[in-house]
């Protein structure tokens, strides 16, 4: 399972911030929980919400008033950006502790270049030594995605949640990747993927069979960087 060149983890927090409250607060573990924006008036927007609440229909920028329909035991809890803060720091922490090519996305989500240390130890090894540090020092589950570039890992990284590990190489992109449609592919919302749809460019793999030029004179340079990712490649440095 060694992948040549580059390896890139992308880590990807599950569920963060109602995660960090579950670990704060441990009689909260295995509830439906959701942060919202003004619970006390259970009004506002879901910010986020714990897996048990996702099964029972809640989800993100949802209105208060529908994820209590959905889930009548939904916990609400305001949002505190402090706690979630310092958890994000001790998890870079950790993240730092293996390389030095770290790059921050969000709050709950960052690009790892652990090539050096690949040509010692095995990808998936340190993979879930870092999964298991930050479950066992934070008691915060997380998913990480392992391949040659970034944005194979973060489309790795999406595959298995929670608490997944997932490699993801370039030869395998027609097979996983190529069958789905283009709002699937990490980059494309969905206005773009509606003008793809207006091209007849229905999936990941008519995408990537697009000429390139055709695709940078109809869509720009944001067209041409599609067309590259859909064929599995990116240059970009994790910076």
């Avoid at 479950?135 to 997380?142: A, M, T, V």
């Avoid at 890992?153 to 097979?175: C, F, H, N, Q």
């Avoid at 008519?206 to 695709?215: N, S, V, Y």
């Amino acid at each position: 399972m060694k992948l040549a060149g580059r390896v890139i983890f992308h880590i990807d927090m599950n569920s963060f911030y109602a995660s960090v409250e579950q670990a704060h607060n441990p009689s909260l573990k295995g509830k439906a929980i959701a942060i919202a924006g003004n619970p006390k008036e259970r009004r506002g927007i879901v910010v986020t919400s714990s897996y048990e609440a996702r099964a029972k229909g809640v989800y993100t920028t949802m209105n208060v008033s529908e994820a209590l329909k959905a889930c009548p035991e939904l916990i609400l809890l305001p949002p505190d950006f402090e706690k979630y803060r310092e958890a994000s720091k001790a998890m870079f922490l950790i993240l730092r502790s293996y390389s030095p090519i770290l790059e921050p996305v969000s709050i709950d989500e960052g690009y790892l270049d652990i090539s050096v240390l690949a040509k010692t130890r095995h990808p998936v090894e340190v993979a879930k030594e870092i999964q298991q540090r930050i479950l066992h020092e934070l008691d915060l589950p997380c998913s990480i995605g392992i391949a040659p570039n970034k944005f194979l890992a973060k489309t790795a990284s999406d595959m298995k949640k929670p608490m997944g590990i997932t490699v993801l190489r370039k030869r395998e992109v027609p097979e996983k990747l190529w069958p789905l449609p283009v709002i699937h592919m990490h980059g494309i919302g969905k206005r773009t993927a509606e003008k793809l749809n207006a091209h007849q460019i229905m999936t990941i793999g008519d995408l990537a069979k697009q000429d390139e030029r055709l695709m940078f004179k109809v869509f720009g340079k944001n067209g041409a960087r599609l067309h590259m990712r859909a064929n599995g490649d990116d240059d970009r440095p994790v910076d």
